[in-house]
């Protein structure tokens, strides 16, 4: 009797085994095809209601004077073009701002009412949050993109680190490997480069924070942002 139940248990164990195997050959054989579908920036939206997507966003760029495809590749990967999605450490829309982001950028700009789950107006803030970064990395544009994904303290810090070597080169050996990932994700999607692995030339990209405005949009004296969710929130020095 011992031994049948002995034998029931090896035959279990078998079992269990024998489908962790099949699973695991499943999802080797199935990983391949989706990478490649999310490479090819495949999503789960309609191809029309992503090109509209993309008009505003285009839109939006040319009026920042920032290249089209760049905001169309980080609203690829930041959100795959969902203005709803809000990540775990509380960033909103298809750029991904941070609530104080756009409150920064807001009052800074003196932007109207703005709605961080509408793609203008996160795509504006998201925009010129990016643009700042340019400026502040002088038109680098890999320490830009690490800036908006680890923030720019820690880039400064990388910075330091690998003084003397190019932007690529030190997100190459300092970021975190996300931060790496999310550059090389958006400098490839956008064309500007192949991998972040090698150093290659970035084309310049107008960074002046104090340039003129140019989105023809709602723009008014007040320095008020609407948080998604959330009422709109004056902040000090509004008129």
Known sequence: MRLEKGEDKASTIGLILIGLSIFFLAWAALSPPLRKMADAGYSSIS??????????LC???SGLQIPAKLLTAMAEVESGFDEKAVSSKGAHGILQVKPDTALEIAFEYKLGPRHLSD???NAIIGG???????????????L?????????ARVDQWVKRGKGMTGVEIVRKYAFRETRQYVKDVMG???????VSETKAIPAVSGNSSAPY?????????SVVVQAPGPAVAQPGSE
Do not use: F, Q
């Open 47 to 56: 191809p029309e209601l992503r090109a509209r997507k993309e008009k505003l």
């Open 128 to 142: 010129l949050y990016l643009k700042k970064l340019i400026a502040r990395y002088h038109n680098d544009l890999a």
């Open 214 to 222: 140019a989105v023809p949009d709602r723009i008014n004296g007040t």
């Open 144 to 152: 830009a993109l690490a800036a908006y994904n680890a923030g720019p």
């Open 119 to 121: 793609v203008r107006d």
């Open 189 to 195: 999607k956008a064309g500007m480069c192949d991998d």
């Open 59 to 61: 839109d939006v760029a």
